[in-house]
């Protein structure tokens, strides 16, 4: 096959090959410059325990932010910048993470870790399967987040609910 194919590429066969090793260069140049800046964007981020810190020097608005982020290690890049160029930060943060696991579904008892990290910081990790992320499309969703587990970070009493989407290039 390869021998009776490569006597056709000083014929016009040149330009398919050409055109492919065009795509691949991009693909690669793509991954490498993804893979530099999600190295460089990790080593710009902050612990939860310098965002405390930070929190005793600036102003309080009251309210809640929910920062969501792929990453819940650390503080997402939208919580530093608010804090950093704004000097202040809600009453109660909340790091919401949303995770897609290789199963169709995850269940009810499996989905939602909250975990108090102090000083009115939450980090939320929702985890769900391929077959439930359809219901994320749909904004109504959004609003039923006043209940179930959340509850425990008093999202009862929370008249205003900041959200921030910090997204990153992909």
Not at 69 to 94: C, E, G, S
């Amino acid at each position: 096959f390869f021998s009776a194919n490569v006597i056709k590429v000083a014929d016009g066969g040149w330009f398919p090959l050409a055109v492919g090793l065009g795509i691949l260069t991009l693909m690669t140049t793509w991954r490498s410059g993804r893979r530099l800046l999600e190295k460089r964007i990790h080593e710009r981020r902050e612990s939860f325990g310098e965002l405390k810190n930070q929190r005793r020097e600036a102003t309080r608005v009251p309210g809640t932010g929910i920062f969501m982020d792929r990453d819940p290690r650390d503080v997402p890049l939208a919580a530093m910048r608010i804090q950093r160029h704004l000097n202040v930060i809600f009453d109660r943060v909340v790091v919401l993470s949303i995770q897609t696991e290789r199963v169709p579904r995850v269940p009810e008892s499996e989905r939602l870790q909250v975990e108090a990290l102090g000083d009115n910081i939450h980090r939320v990790i929702a985890r769900y399967g391929f077959n439930d992320m359809h219901q994320f499309r749909n904004w109504r969703w959004y609003k039923g987040l006043g209940g179930g587990p959340i509850v425990d970070l008093g999202s009862h009493q929370i008249d205003i609910y900041n959200w921030f989407l910090g997204a990153r290039p992909t």
